[in-house]
């Protein structure tokens, strides 16, 4: 078998998994299509690394439709120049790297820059240490540019800033941070060699690596393969216990595989210990009298309310940080009394321009004066909101007001403090799991699932990727997912109602 060439990324994809790797070179047919999550990730990354190339006016970009040998030679004789290069790629035997930013420093010597579309690269929160998959990844390229003759003499990363914010156009170099990494990507340098040796001999093996699950699967990144590799794992493993932690891979080790199974000589938090009964028993869980006090804290008419956002990697309006979250959607359903007729109003900007100001105004106009506003996980609802005091000022009062309204009315709490659970929930509270498990309604007919693909979508539609056959339709998807967000709201409450009366 021919020697495989690593690249960056598939040397990181080796780093987390051998058999992952050895399948997608071998076998790329058993890799999932990206999702449209995905895709705005990508896309977003090409993003962030043109404005990157800013930093640099009198960069050279290498452009990414050559091909591969004659990538390599433009990059070789663009060194001669001493400028900015903008994905260089040089090759050694058996690996490869395509640097994001080379810069020329004194003496012949060039500085790397690897940018990322992140603004939060710390291993911790005292941000003291870079994130290892990040350093892992500049010490290849290092090793990769030095062994093909490259003088580097510092490695920095940078990334977003989350500080930042837009006013009027967008500077670059207020947009990026810069961290010199050379000292902890220089420790790493030692090991790289070995380690492309050993992915390298491990490629050229005839049959896929024998690698069972464990935490790699999701770590430094959940796997694409991972649907593959986990068909065995039931859905009712000890990996669904709520707050398992680490202790679900002993018990998985250990031959233990469904919740059902778990050894009652361990502790278990009360949670545990419902998710534990209820799949012995396959008898539901109630507490009637924490689902009355939820219930006796909603107030007539209820407002049952969800908004999808966008959160753009490079800001897109003014009064925005990277990443921020931009409402441009919502969904409402009102309800006068138990039991009532039920309304709905909605509202999805129309891809022109900064959708705030008109979801500002549709929200206005659409919520009562009063009554309770319920949301699932209200606590995303409420900080879009007080961003939107600050951005709006002219909202503030109303917005402030309309907070108050979201008090006790959160629909997630009675579902994740297990005040009621059933088997099928399967120790999640999200709705996509609870609303199947308490009614005949889910997801599964919608052409839109997820609130990913949502946002995705629609920062594609602003930034002009959908063609234009296709927008109507979009629309409508967009429209129909956020409407049984709410909708799904609406049963949850009657199904409460009605189990509090049994």
């Known amino acids: 078998m021919k020697a495989a060439t690593l690249s960056k990324s598939s040397f990181s994809a080796g780093l987390q998994c051998g058999k992952r790797l050895w399948i997608e070179k071998h076998k790329p047919e058993l890799s999932p299509e990206p999702s449209p999550s995905q895709l705005a990730i990508f896309e977003q990354g090409h993003e962030v690394g043109s404005w990157s190339h800013k930093l640099f006016p009198d960069g050279i970009l290498l452009g990414n439709e050559l091909d591969f040998k004659f990538h390599l030679q433009a990059s070789k004789d663009a060194l001669a120049a001493r400028k900015p290069l903008f994905e260089p790629a040089f090759a050694i035997p058996g690996a490869y ?44 390229q290092l090793h990769v540019y030095r062994q093909a003759g ?27 941070r810069r961290e010199d990494v050379t000292l902890q990507v220089e420790a790493l340098l030692p090991s790289i ?116 956002t966008i959160g753009p990697a490079v800001p897109m309006f003014d009064g925005c940080r990277p990443h921020a979250q931009v409402p441009f959607q919502f969904s409402l359903h009102i309800q006068k009394s138990p039991g009532g007729e039920v309304t709905h109003l909605d509202y999805l900007a129309d891809a022109s321009g900064d959708p705030r100001p008109g979801f500002l105004r549709a929200l206005l106009a659409s919520l009562g004066p009063e009554g309770s506003i319920v949301s699932y996980n209200s606590s995303f609802e409420i900080s879009r909101m007080r961003e939107l005091a600050t951005q709006f000022p002219n909202y503030a009062a109303w917005i402030i007001q309309a907070l108050v309204r979201f008090e006790e009315a959160d629909l997630l709490k009675p579902f994740r403090s297990f005040a009621v659970y059933r088997p099928e929930q399967h120790g999640s509270a999200s709705i996509k799991s609870v609303l199947p498990a308490f009614t005949e309604l889910s997801y599964d007919d919608l052409a839109i699932q997820e609130g990913g693909t949502a946002s995705s979508q629609f920062l594609r539609l602003l930034n002009g990727l959908i063609p234009a056959a296709e927008i109507d339709n979009l629309r409508q998807n967009l429209l129909s997912y956020c409407e049984r967000d709410t909708f799904a709201m609406v049963k949850l409450v009657e199904k409460l109602q009605l189990l509090c009366c049994a």
């Open 193 to 308: 060699p070995d380690q492309v040796a050993k992915l390298s001999e491990m490629l050229q093996g005839p049959t896929v690596p024998e690698v069972g699950i464990g935490p790699h699967c999701d770590a430094p990144y959940e796997c694409g393969l991972k649907a593959h590799c986990w068909k065995h794992v039931p859905a009712d493993s000890v990996f669904t216990l709520t707050r398992a932690g680490k202790r679900a891979w002993t018990w998985w080790n250990s031959g233990v595989m469904r919740v059902a199974d778990l050894p009652s000589t361990e502790k278990y938090s009360p949670k545990q210990t419902i998710q534990i009964t209820v799949e012995r028993t396959r008898a539901s869980h109630m507490k009637a009298r924490a689902i009355e006090r939820f219930l006796e804290g909603l107030h007539y008419p209820l407002h049952f309310l969800d908004f999808e």
């Open 150 to 176: 490259l003088d580097i003499r510092r490695t920095y990363l940078v990334f977003l800033n989350g500080a930042y914010v837009r006013h009027g156009d967008i500077e670059p170099q207020q947009l990026f």
């Open 97 to 140: 790297a395509r640097a994001d930013i080379l810069a020329p420093v004194e003496s012949g010597r060039w500085d790397l820059l690897e940018v990322k579309s992140a603004s939060d690269v710390w291993e911790d929160d005292a941000r003291t240490q870079i994130k290892a998959v990040y350093l892992q990844d500049l010490a290849f």
